[in-house]
């Protein structure tokens, strides 16, 4: 809180504040008993003292503390331009599912899975970085009829990203392979 216990002598601070235990000073002969340090980084360690002087040259130097801040917050992963290649075939065509992953904290994906028709494909990376690239799963011959999809990732420390949303993408469309007609 500060102050003198000479009532009515003025006392000026002296601010040390830096990441080495001998800090800088940073304020000098400020009068206010508060300091804005500003924005400070993540997972850092941070040391500050405070030298207190009266107007008779009277002087008392507080002790070393220290802080360390905490970790950056996680931000979850995104997925976008979902596609399947080609849209219709046949049960013998060869699908190929794909999507784009980028994760700005640069975590790689710990889940990354297409799920068709509710069964998981595991997607490998195609093209890019682990943390923003694409990523596909195929070949995968499906079944005649209409299918789904969806896409689900996650980056191994909390954050996850679903595509759509929620539901699925309906497609492709596989239609049984025409035979030739018997002669």
Request: proline content about 10%; charged content about 10%; overall charge negative.
């Amino acid at each position: 809180t500060g102050g003198d216990p000479d009532v009515g002598d003025p006392v000026t601070y002296d601010v040390y504040f830096g990441t080495s235990a001998s800090p800088p000073l940073v304020s000098n002969d400020q009068t206010g008993t508060t300091y804005n340090l500003g924005t400070l980084s993540y997972n850092t360690k941070y040391y500050w003292k405070i030298v207190a002087a009266d107007n008779h040259g009277a002087s008392a130097t507080g002790p070393l503390w220290n802080f360390t801040t905490g970790s950056a917050p996680n931000h979850p992963p995104q997925l976008s331009n979902p596609s399947v290649q080609p849209t219709s075939g046949t049960p013998s065509t060869n699908f190929y599912y794909y999507v784009r992953y980028y994760d700005s904290d640069g975590d790689s994906p710990s889940a990354r899975y297409v799920y068709v028709d509710g069964s998981p494909c595991l997607m490998s990376l195609y093209s890019g970085s682990a943390s923003n690239g694409v990523y596909r799963c195929g070949p995968k011959n499906l079944s005649a009829g209409s299918h789904s999809y969806y896409f689900y990732f996650t980056d191994g420390k909390g954050g996850a990203a679903r595509l759509p949303i929620s539901g699925s993408y309906s497609s492709p469309t596989v239609s049984e392979a025409n035979n030739p007609p018997k002669t």
